[in-house]
């Protein structure tokens, strides 16, 4: 008898489950932990917090699919899990609404939904930050007064370099000499460490007149001249732990504002890890300055969206597909709007968040790709006010349904080309489940944004029948007492703060009372 697969009911099922309940994240918002009618308010504060890499709180919305199409006994063949799942925490039969159950979140209305998702979120300024804090509101400059941008070839220079291996991240000292210089960037060599002059022409001469125009034409300018009053940028290459290469806002701040800061754009290449001279070094380099770029645009976007664009830069440079992908397609049921804690755990957060603003290119192009760069909306919400700004109906859930499809066919002759990818190619996703015998009941969990792809083969009929929660908790807590909680938001290289003004006066003193929960991220949310 011949098996065939059964692909219909595509978007909501796909014969893959898929969850699209948003993570919310922007500002100090008060919460409700009941239903009520009537609209939150919210307190705006305005300036900043840390730098990127969130560590959201992930719930894996549970679903579950039955499927009946004789009276034989089940039978499965049941794959690897591609990844790590939570138990499964609900069990339906029918397509009846699921009951609320204790912990599952309450019933929200729309207009605070809109009111989560839509608030943009106030950018975090550390040059702002330390005149309030630190210095009693005396203003620091923009450009660093003592930044030197006269550099000649064989000058030495000490620089500050992060250690990402230890924790938290460690400071330390290194000399190196400028080697190279192009019309638009420095070339540093850490003393003691040697890369071939040819090598390093080669890079240096490729980043000059391909990749610093291509960058810059697609997804905007840097800050420039920028802190140092220089029009070129910086590269250092030397010892830097734990990573290929990085870019760090801090050093494009006045020493006044960040002590650690070399008072240049620049980026680091770990030479322990990669060598000028090649496509490997050359598309790390593109993905760095793409960072570069975007904290000039809009600083405060999300890892996922930030860290996609990078991996495109790489890829519209002619580095290829990004070479994280086979992680992600191993383990599909990795939530696209969030980010693992460390970047070996994010290997399939690469993967995912590069396919997807390769379909978002491939299917919009170049001008509307561009625009979610600059828009100040961050995440999804980014996306569907680019995409109603051109005029067009679908928003990110309906994109995100097809991109999961995409995923899994792979072929662009179907649906107008939404199911597919013109230029990449790739291996299948990892299907969560296969059967082909019959009644069959599958319990599962879906991370936000994730799929599970399973299989359903055999001839006749078939039918299917699914429920699932549609709601996840914003965050995982009860208010302390009462209905309602002031709620802080997530986001990066943002400033959220929730103040008022007391007359103390006629006190001799007060003391302030409070209860707090949080989930913060190791190292950078203080």
């Not at 009276?71 to 939570?86: E, N």
């Not at 070339?187 to 022409?201: S, Y």
């Not at 030479?271 to 993905?287: K, M, Q």
């Not at 309602?484 to 103390?504: I, K, M, V």
């Amino acid at each position: 008898m011949q098996k065939k697969p059964i692909l219909w009911g595509v978007s909501a099922l796909f014969i893959l489950i898929c969850c699209s309940t948003a993570i919310f994240g922007v500002m100090w918002q008060l919460l409700p932990v009941i239903n009520n009618p009537e609209l939150l308010s919210s307190v705006v504060g305005g300036l900043e917090t840390a730098t990127p890499t969130p560590i959201p709180v992930i719930e894996r919305t549970p679903v579950a699919v039955v499927s009946a199409a004789s009276t034989a006994a089940p039978t499965q063949t049941k794959l690897p899990d591609p990844a790590p799942v939570a138990p499964a925490t609900l069990v339906a039969t029918s397509t009846a609404p699921p009951e609320r159950e204790p912990g599952q979140a309450s019933p929200i209305q729309p207009s605070t939904e809109a009111l989560l998702t839509q608030t943009i979120l106030p950018e975090r300024d550390q040059r702002l930050l330390a005149s309030r804090l630190k210095y009693q509101g005396q203003p620091i400059p923009e450009v660093a007064a003592d930044a030197r941008n006269d550099f000649q070839l064989g000058d030495q220079d000490t620089f500050w370099v992060t250690d990402n291996g230890q924790t938290p991240p460690k400071q330390f000292e290194a000399k190196a000499t400028l080697k190279h210089i192009t019309d638009h960037s420095y070339w540093w060599v850490e003393d003691g460490m040697n890369v071939g002059p040819e090598a390093l022409k080669r890079s240096a001469e490729r980043f000059e007149t391909e990749t610093y125009p291509t960058n810059r034409d697609f997804f905007g300018s840097e800050w420039s001249p920028g802190v140092d009053n220089d029009v070129r940028v910086h590269v250092f290459m030397g010892n830097v732990p734990s990573v290929a290469g990085y870019f760090s806002a801090s050093n494009s701040y006045p020493k006044q504002a960040e002590p650690f800061s070399n008072q240049r754009e620049m980026f680091f290449i770990n030479l322990g890890a990669i060598s000028p001279g090649n496509d490997y070094f050359d598309s790390v380099l593109a993905h760095e300055f793409q960072h570069m770029i975007h904290w000039r645009q809009d600083r405060n976007e999300d890892t996922w969206v930030n860290e996609g664009l990078s991996e495109l830069a790489s890829f519209i440079n002619g580095y290829g597909m990004s070479g994280f992908v086979g992680a992600f397609t191993y383990a599909p049921d990795t939530q696209l709007n969030s980010w693992a804690s460390s970047p070996n755990a994010a290997l399939a957060n690469y993967g995912g968040s590069f396919l997807f603003m390769a379909y978002f290119l491939q299917r919009y192009g170049e001008e509307i790709t561009q625009h979610v760069v600059a828009n100040p909306h961050n995440g999804i919400a980014g996306f569907n006010a680019v995409l109603a700004e051109h005029g067009y109906q679908e928003q990110f859930d309906d994109i995100f349904a097809d991109f999961l499809v995409a995923n899994y066919l792979q072929d662009p002759e179907l649906a107008e080309g939404v199911w597919g990818y013109n230029n990449l190619t790739m291996e299948p996703v990892s299907l969560t489940e296969r059967f082909s015998i019959y009644p069959v009941e599958q319990r599962t969990t879906v991370y936000q944004f994730g799929g599970d792809y399973i299989e359903l083969s055999g001839n006749g009929d078939i039918t299917i029948e699914f429920t699932g929660s549609t709601r996840v908790k914003v965050i995982n807590n009860q208010a302390h007492s009462g209905d309602y909680q002031w709620y802080s938001h997530r986001g990066d290289e943002s400033n959220t703060r929730l103040t008022r003004a007391f007359d103390l006066s006629q006190v001799a003193g007060a003391t302030l009372h409070y209860w707090t929960w949080y989930d913060i991220e190791t190292d950078w949310d203080y």
